[in-house]
C-alpha cells in the first residue's frame, strides 16, 4: 500500500466528511440501538402470533428496516433485501410459513444472545436452512443488536475489505459474509485504540474505501471499480449530505429552543437530550442551559433511562414525565415514533403525552406513518406539532398557556 493502516486511519478519522465524523460519531446511531431492538421484538412477536403479513410493506419488519436505513449512508438501501419480489419469491419468510417461524426464532436467538459463538451458531443454523433470498443482509440487523459483535454488510464494504484485505469476498454468502466478518474483527483488534469496541467504525472504514472515497485519495491500487468521475461525484455527493445536516440539525436545536423555553413558561421542569446539550439554543445559549443536569426519574432499568435520556425534549412535574417530544428532520419519522412508544410502554400509568414536532412539509408523511398498521394500534399515539405553527406561537404559548393543555391549539391528530 501507498500507505500504512494507521496512517489510513488517522485519514479516515480526521476527515469532516468522512463516514466516521457525519455517522458513527454522530447522534441518530446512538438512539437507534434501543428503538430498533425494540422493533425486532415485534417482528418476533407479530410471527409467533401469526399476525405478520404475507408481504414486507406494512410489516412490522418494514419499521425496523426503516429505522436502520435512516442511518443514511452506511445503510442506504439496506431494506431492499427484504422486498418481497414476488416473480422471484423471494425473501421466501412472506409465503412460508415454516421459514417465517425459522426467521423468528434466529431473531429471538440474536436478541437472547449474550455471547459470539451463540450469535455465530443462530447464523449457521440459519444458513442452513437455505431459504430463498435470506442471506447475510441480515447481519445489517445484527448490528445493532451485537455491535460489538456484528459488523454490517453492504456492497461498498465488500469492496473495501476486498481492496483492503486483497481477498475476494462475495455478497450473497453467509460463508463469506463469516470470513469478511472474522478479517475485520481481528484488523479491528489489532489497531481498536484507534478505532472503538464497536465495528460501526471499522465497517465505515470500509464503506469508505468502497466508495472510492479514501482509497482513491490515498490508495490508487486499492480503489477497484472507481475511476476518477465516480470518486469526484461521491465527494460531491457526500459534501451536500454534510451541509445539509449542518442545516437540519440547526433548526433542530431551534425546534428544541422553542420547546424547553415554553415548558418552563409553564412551569414544567425540562430536560433536553443529553447529547445536544451544547447545541446553540437560538436565544444566545447553549440547549444545556435551559435543562435539568440530572433527569429526577427514579426506579427503572439503566437500558431505559439511558434511552429515556436521548429523547429530544421531556416537560416533568414532580419528577414525572408529562409531555416527550421528538423533534424529526430530514429522516428520522420512523425512529422518532419507536422512540416515543419505548418511552410509553416503559413508563407506568399515568402514560406521558407523546408528540412528534415535524416540518411542515412532510405533515403528510407523519399522518401516513401513523396510521401504518404497526402504529396505528399503538395505546399512546402521538400527536404533532408543525414547525412553522410552534415557531410562530413560541411566544404566545409562554404568555398565556397555563399548562400542557394549551399546546391542543397546536396538536394535530394523527
Not at 465524523?21 to 401469526?50: N, P, S
Not at 482513491?216 to 469526484?232: G, K, L, P, R
Not at 417530544?325 to 416515543?340: A, N, P, Q
Amino acid at each position: 500500500m501507498s500507505v500504512s493502516i494507521p496512517e489510513l486511519i488517522t485519514l479516515y478519522r480526521q476527515d469532516p466528511e468522512s463516514v466516521y465524523q457525519t455517522w458513527f460519531l454522530g447522534d441518530d446511531r446512538l438512539k437507534a440501538f434501543r428503538t430498533i431492538r425494540r422493533g425486532v421484538e415485534q417482528v418476533v412477536q407479530d410471527i409467533f402470533a401469526g399476525v405478520f403479513p404475507g408481504d414486507f410493506k406494512g410489516s412490522s419488519l418494514e419499521v425496523v428496516m426503516a429505522a436502520i436505513t435512516e442511518q443514511k449512508q452506511v445503510f442506504q438501501g439496506a431494506a431492499h433485501a427484504f422486498y418481497w419480489k414476488p416473480k422471484l419469491r423471494i425473501p421466501d419468510i412472506y409465503e412460508h410459513r415454516e421459514n417465517q417461524m425459522a426467521f423468528a426464532r434466529f431473531l429471538e436467538n440474536a436478541l437472547r444472545a449474550t455471547r459470539e459463538d451463540q450469535l455465530l451458531d443462530a447464523i449457521h443454523r440459519l444458513d442452513a436452512l437455505r431459504i430463498k433470498g435470506l442471506g447475510p443482509a441480515v447481519a445489517n440487523i445484527l448490528y445493532f443488536l451485537h455491535p460489538t459483535l456484528i459488523p454490517p454488510f453492504n456492497t461498498a464494504m465488500v469492496r473495501g475489505f476486498n481492496a483492503l484485505m486483497g481477498s475476494r469476498v462475495k455478497l450473497g454468502s453467509w460463508e463469506d459474509y463469516l470470513v469478511m466478518r472474522r478479517g475485520i474483527s481481528e484488523l479491528n483488534a489489532t489497531h481498536i485504540g484507534s478505532l472503538s469496541k464497536d465495528l460501526g467504525a471499522i465497517s465505515g472504514l470500509l464503506f469508505d474505501l468502497g466508495i472510492g472515497k479514501l482509497a482513491i485519495e490515498v490508495n490508487a491500487e486499492a480503489a477497484v471499480a472507481f475511476d476518477q468521475a465516480s470518486f469526484q461525484n461521491a465527494i460531491q455527493k457526500r459534501h451536500k449530505e454534510v451541509l445539509s445536516e449542518a442545516q437540519e440539525a440547526s433548526l433542530h436545536a431551534r425546534m428544541q429552543a422553542h420547546l424547553l423555553k415554553i415548558g418552563r413558561a409553564l412551569g414544567y421542569q425540562v430536560w433536553v437530550a443529553r447529547n445536544d446539550r451544547r447545541s446553540p439554543d437560538c436565544y444566545g445559549g447553549t440547549l444545556g442551559e435551559q435543562s435539568l443536569a440530572v433527569l429526577p426519574v427514579e426506579g427503572m432499568k439503566s437500558e431505559i433511562r439511558s434511552t429515556i435520556e436521548l429523547i429530544d425534549v421531556l416537560w416533568l412535574k414532580d419528577s414525572e414525565i408529562v409531555c416527550a417530544f421528538e423533534v424529526e428532520k430530514s429522516t428520522s419519522i420512523y425512529s422518532g415514533i419507536l422512540r416515543l412508544q419505548d418511552l410509553s410502554l416503559s413508563m407506568p400509568n399515568p402514560s406521558p403525552h407523546l408528540y412528534l414536532v415535524a416540518p411542515d412539509s412532510r405533515e403528510g408523511e407523519v399522518r401516513a406513518q401513523l396510521a401504518r398498521p404497526a402504529f396505528s394500534r399503538l395505546p399512546n399515539k402521538p400527536n404533532f406539532i408543525l414547525f412553522t405553527d410552534l415557531e410562530t406561537h413560541c411566544d404566545a404559548l409562554c404568555r398565556f398557556g397555563v399548562d400542557r393543555e394549551v399546546l391542543h391549539r397546536l396538536a394535530k391528530l394523527a
